[in-house]
């Protein structure tokens, strides 16, 4: 398996992926945004009372954490924004989503490939030669219906807004290129009165 | 300790929308009526971990969940419980199995036993063990006691029910 740091992954920019959702998103649909994808959803610009920036987290939990949004809540829009370093630590949370089958959860897999805020360590899905897990097969063999894959942004930015409201659940895997030296994200403010302003919007009509 | 229809009716009495739940053999004997209880979803989870944040997200979004998994998995998700309960301060109410409890003079030597009361006073849980299965009654009401006072002091709480054949 890989044992160095210099493992490359060619896709799209991660700020001008999430800039497409960004764009795209609706005025009532829950954004939520854990390691480097939070880092990069705030410094695009201020934060809409539905963005759940999950920082600080429990890493793995994001899915799950939109799960359960997305039950309470079914007639609003749950976008998680998760890494593949995340998604591998809690790959039965695939399983757990297609089971309850949640119409309204979209997954996004932000892939590139490595632990990109812990120094660019390549994940164990990485192999030697260069050879990946597949994400898109794991999430159909999990159960997922709709599994779409994105090497580059035209095509993502085509295709984002039907994804996100066509029935779900939705799982997107988005190839990203790895950002060098980046740092991990702070939160924007402490974090219980954060979830009660959250709170208070979500279960708003 | 307790049967299915027991724990539904407790449940249904503090309003419970969603059980996140992995059975063991005691907590897996009430799946049958919780699935068929018409207020409450069952929701099973595939690791203990999922359950704490499952039961975030559904409080965030207005529901009343309760994560329901045995000892060992409370020491499985012990992150995911710290950022739920702590990092965000979620009022989380969990029914957490203690396995081997009642069998500890037939069938010593469960670990469990060692762990499970330091780790919840590690966490600093509000945390009550209910282990009189010749007091019923008494035990459903005052987990719900347990459960009232918690929610109305926007705390977590746990409520330790003791399993094994005494």
Request: charged share 15%; hydrophobic share 40%; proline share 7%.
């Amino acid at each position: 398996m890989a044992t160095g740091n210099d493992t490359t992954s060619s896709g799209m920019p991660l700020v001008e992926s999430l800039q497409v959702l960004r764009d795209t998103r609706g005025d009532d649909e829950v954004v939520l945004t854990v390691m480097g994808t939070a880092r990069e959803w705030m410094a695009l610009g201020d934060l809409h009372p539905l963005d759940w920036i999950y920082v600080p987290s429990s890493m793995g939990q994001a899915p799950s954490l939109g799960l359960g949004m997305a039950l309470a809540q079914p007639g609003k829009n749950v976008v998680v924004c998760n890494g593949d370093g995340c998604l591998l630590m809690n790959l039965g949370s695939l399983v757990t989503i297609t089971q309850q089958a949640p119409k309204n959860l979209t997954l996004i897999i932000f892939d590139n490939g490595i632990y990109e805020i812990t120094g660019g360590q390549p994940t164990p899905a990485i192999d030697d030669d260069g050879s990946r897990v597949d994400y898109p097969g794991l999430a159909r063999a999990a159960g997922f219906q709709q599994v779409h894959v994105f090497d580059d942004l035209v095509s993502w930015q085509a295709a984002a807004r039907d994804l996100i409201d066509a029935d779900g659940p939705t799982f997107i895997h988005l190839s990203i290129s790895p950002v060098p030296g980046a740092s991990g994200p702070r939160s924007p403010s402490k974090a219980p009165p954060r979830a009660h302003a959250f709170a208070k919007s979500f279960r708003a009509d | 300790m307790f049967t299915g229809p027991q724990i539904v009716s407790l449940l249904t009495e503090l309003g419970i929308t969603h059980v996140v739940t992995i059975p063991d053999s005691t907590l897996g004997q009430w799946e049958d009526d919780i699935r068929a209880a018409a207020a409450i979803s069952y929701l099973g989870v595939c690791r203990e971990g999922e359950a704490w944040a499952v039961a975030a997200g559904l409080y965030l979004g207005g529901a009343r969940p309760l994560v329901m998994i045995q000892c060992t998995g409370l020491f499985e998700s012990g992150d995911s419980l710290r950022n739920a309960l702590f990092d965000y301060q979620l009022p989380l109410f969990a029914m957490i199995g203690y396995r081997s409890f009642l069998s500890q003079a037939t069938l010593p030597g469960d670990t469990c036993l060692a762990f499970t009361e330091p780790v919840l006073d590690a966490w600093g849980l509000d945390w009550v063990l209910y282990d009189r299965p010749e007091d019923l009654p008494g035990q459903l009401e005052a987990i719900a006691g347990q459960y009232h006072r918690c929610q109305e002091a926007g705390v977590p709480g746990v409520a330790l029910v003791a399993e094994g054949r005494a």
